[in-house]
């Protein structure tokens, strides 16, 4: 015993869940590749981080440089936290946001330690800010194509699930 269904209310209540939806994946995308304020910020952290470390620090100054390394990183993953309007739960985070952050760390790490090795016979000073112009090059010249990619395929992702 099926009950009868009207077509034009199912049609109407279906662009009601939709749109609010929709909206949600546009905040992410927008997010994405909105402003690259976050992403400079990021690479002159990292930069200021890998110059620091040129410097030929003692022990403890490289352990302070991590500190303040991780802790400016952390406050501005707060402050990118706080001006997004939409938090994505974490089985809407799809195979290619893992990717990215994987292939992000290879990419950026293997940079910095390449180019570390690659300028070793230099002076410490220089060899450091060299390292860090071409580690923070690589970091932006990846970051903003890398998240387009990885959130272009939010909004199909709930229509695989759905089949």
Request: glycine fraction near 12%; hydrophobic fraction near 50%; charged fraction near 15%.
């Amino acid at each position: 015993m099926s009950t009868p269904v009207n077509a034009e209310q199912a049609w109407k209540d279906l662009q009601r869940i939709r749109v609010p939806q929709e909206r949600v994946y546009d905040e992410i995308e927008r997010s994405a590749s909105g402003g690259p304020g976050a992403a400079y910020a990021t690479a002159a952290i990292m930069w200021l981080f890998l110059a620091g470390l040129g410097l030929d620090l003692p022990r403890w100054g490289v352990w302070l440089v991590v500190a303040g390394y991780v802790a400016l990183l952390g406050a501005l993953a707060v402050h990118h936290n706080r001006g997004s309007r939409v938090r994505l739960h974490r089985s809407r985070c799809t195979w290619r946001m893992f990717a990215t952050f994987a292939a992000g760390g290879v990419v950026t790490g293997g940079t910095a330690l390449l180019s570390g090795h690659l300028v070793e016979p230099l002076e410490p000073m220089f060899a450091g800010l060299i390292q860090a112009t071409v580690s923070a090059a690589v970091f932006l010249l990846y970051v903003g194509p890398a998240s387009r990619w990885a959130t272009g395929s939010l909004r199909g992702h709930g229509v695989r699930a759905g089949r």
